[in-house]
């Protein structure tokens, strides 16, 4: 496996890389969910390219970017098994002195994450386009669990004409339900406790659905009640919208719908959801 750390050397790898080429993008940290998305990569395509960059430009300025956690060695142990190049830049290698270039996708970043996280997704999108310039391949693979970022890079890349396909890949849970993420390490033995909550209201929610239950703004104040017996639990927000649009569905709900919400343990912000089809 070759490590990668600067733009040059990644161009020049990719022209020795046999195709097709499978990437996943990463912040790195990481756990079985991004293994499973490097597994399928590999599965899919002759050569796996991982990127692993904590990317500055999606985090506000009172989140969690210095704190972010980080593991290079242990990351690259994981990767060892299924991936033929793993490309890490620094960070200014990314952002050279006088970086002045953004992406932004309109229409699908104004709600949800990007209510509560102004400029997330612009940084989001503007990093991902650079990596898919840098990394050129032909499958791409983002985890559901970030339902918002999957919508998002689907239109950016069918925007801008981006030559390649997004493939979207399940959540990985633990156990009890909860989705597994590089943030549940920040979880107090308290906190992780109650955080398989958010996947309780989301199975709630299939449950009534299911069960005939089409009026949305019933189900949201079901899984409302259901989180706010969890003490430690702080409802960011709770989404029944259009899968595709991400329009909230007042009462009539259609299919398919995103069933999504983010939930704060004490500064910890995670988020889950579900698509009822
Ligand atoms: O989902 C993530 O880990 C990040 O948002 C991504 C896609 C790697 C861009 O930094």
Request: with cysteine.
């Amino acid at each position: 496996m070759k490590v990668i750390e600067t733009v040059a050397g990644m161009r020049e790898c990719r022209r020795q890389t046999a195709e097709p080429v499978g990437f996943v993008p990463t912040m790195g940290y990481l756990h079985e969910g991004h293994v499973s998305l490097v597994k399928r990569a590999k599965e899919e395509n002759a050569s796996v390219v991982v990127s692993i960059f904590v990317n500055p430009t999606q985090f506000g300025p009172k989140e969690d970017f210095k704190n972010y956690p980080r593991n290079t060695n242990r990351d690259l142990a994981m990767l060892e098994p299924f991936s033929d190049v793993v490309f890490m830049p620094s960070d200014v290698e990314m952002y050279p002195d006088k970086y002045n270039t953004w992406v932004e996708v309109n229409g699908l970043t104004g709600q949800l994450e990007g209510a509560s996280r102004p400029g997330h997704f612009r940084g989001v999108s503007t990093v991902v386009t650079k990596l898919f310039n840098i990394v050129q391949p032909t499958k791409v693979y983002f985890g559901q669990k970030d339902a918002q970022q999957l919508l998002v890079i689907k239109k950016m890349t069918a925007d801008l004409n981006i030559n390649l396909e997004v493939v979207a890949c399940p959540t990985m849970r633990e156990p009890d339900g909860l989705a597994m993420s590089s943030r549940n390490t920040y979880l107090t033995p308290e906190q992780r406790k109650g955080a398989p909550v958010l996947y309780k209201a989301l199975s709630l929610a299939r449950d009534k659905w299911s069960k005939g239950e089409k009026d949305a703004e019933k189900i949201r104040l079901e899984m409302n009640k259901l989180i706010r017996k969890e003490p430690l639990a702080e409802i960011v927000y709770i989404s029944i919208a259009d899968a595709l649009t991400l329009q909230e569905f007042s009462h009539l709900m259609q299919k398919p719908a995103l069933v999504s919400m983010a939930v704060k343990f004490g500064k910890t912000r995670l988020i889950d959801n579900i698509i009822l089809e």
